[in-house]
């Protein structure tokens, strides 16, 4: 099972984006899906996490500005951003806590990492 990332780029402050993350492969469920960043030289952090059943947590830095989303029939997930600020800029990962349809067993994968960056 793979995990895409798409739809990053390079955004005035105030402005929006929109990230995708795109499961692919033999999948018997996703679980939880989320959105992290990370800073050159910093720690990995979450952003945003939403379960299969839709219920969803923010970091308190992006609440407000941030919704995630997911369509469980395309096995995708989103972040709409909105009021970017320059602290925004990070490269961002989604993750999801997957079970292939075989071995049947959970792991939790990660996408590449698309890079966000708010900048005037």
């Known amino acids: 099972v793979q995990l895409q990332a798409f739809g990053g780029g390079l955004v005035q402050p105030g402005g929006s984006l929109r990230l995708s993350c795109v499961a692919s492969?033999?999948?018997?469920?996703?679980?939880?899906m989320s959105w992290y960043r990370q800073d050159p030289g910093k720690q990995r952090e979450l952003v945003a996490a939403?379960?299969?059943?839709?219920?969803?947590n923010y970091a308190d830095s992006v609440k407000g500005r941030f919704t995630i989303s997911r369509d469980n029939a395309k096995d995708t997930v989103y972040l709409q951003m909105n009021s970017l600020k320059p602290e925004d800029t990070a490269v961002y990962y989604c993750n999801a806590v997957i079970t292939p349809a075989f071995p049947r067993f959970e792991y939790a994968g990660w996408g590449q990492g698309t890079l966000v960056t708010v900048s005037s």
């Open positions: 492969g033999s999948i018997f469920r996703i679980n939880t």
């Open positions: 939403i379960t299969s059943g839709g219920s969803t």
